[in-house]
């Protein structure tokens, strides 16, 4: 299990990790070069709704099949992924199962994404829109860590963009300031009233006070 974490943590910083190359790769857009304004931020917060896609995908099995609200019935089955699931229902979870190992990736994924918005907040200049992305993306984070910490303890704390040469020397948390930070941001969206009472309706699913 010690190897899935370091290798989702990696993730974190995989998309900030970069060769020097002779050419510039043309088909991509360097985040510097794309996020000039509060159009290409509002991108990058859509991006972080878009990654709970592969969180979800997994949570199920991760926490409602490992309590009495499901059940995998697998008898006879020859599939891998029935294996693997059927793991998480049994409680007989082995190092190498895929589906733990990609629901890690995918909340840390999740995670970066968030803390690469907060790094281009500065880029919006309309206060009102600036504090409800913050907000939104907060609470993105806070869920992750919320079922990170729940579901593993102790667990990596990453708050801003990780260099790898520092990700590889991270060391977990405790369960009580994985706790005070989800607290801290939930606090911070509410007294300083980041998120509005409720979303436009062209904005419904995004998160608000409501």
């Known amino acids: 299990m010690k190897k899935i974490n370091y290798i989702g943590l990696l ?3 995989m998309v900030f990790s970069a060769c020097d190359l002779d ?29 709970l896609h592969d969180v979800m995908y997994y949570e199920w099995a991760m926490t409602e099949l ?5 059940r995998m019935y697998a008898a006879g089955s020859s599939s891998n ?7 998480l229902d049994q409680g007989t979870i082995v190092p190498e199962n895929e589906w733990v190992k990609t629901y890690w990736n995918a909340c840390y994924a999740t995670i970066a994404r968030v803390n690469n918005v907060i790094s281009y907040l500065d880029v919006v200049t309309d206060e009102t829109l600036r504090n409800q992305y913050e907000g ?3 609470f993105l984070r806070s869920l992750e860590y ?13 708050t801003s963009k990780v260099p790898s040469e520092v990700a590889r020397d991270m060391q977990r948390s405790t369960v009580d300031e994985v706790y005070a930070l989800i607290e801290g941001d939930l606090e911070n969206i509410v007294n300083n009233e980041l998120l509005p009472g409720k979303m436009a309706d062209g904005d419904l699913g995004r998160a608000d006070l409501n």
């Open 11 to 13: 993730l974190i910083v």
């Open 23 to 51: 050419q510039y790769p043309y088909s991509e857009v360097a985040a510097d070069k794309y996020v000039k304004d509060a159009s290409s931020v509002n991108n990058l917060v859509l991006g972080c709704y878009n990654s």
């Open 66 to 70: 490992r309590s009495d609200n499901g």
């Open 81 to 87: 992924t029935t294996r693997l699931v059927e793991q």
């Open 136 to 138: 939104e993306v907060l």
């Open 146 to 158: 919320f079922n990170l910490v729940r579901l593993w303890g102790p667990v990596f704390i990453v």
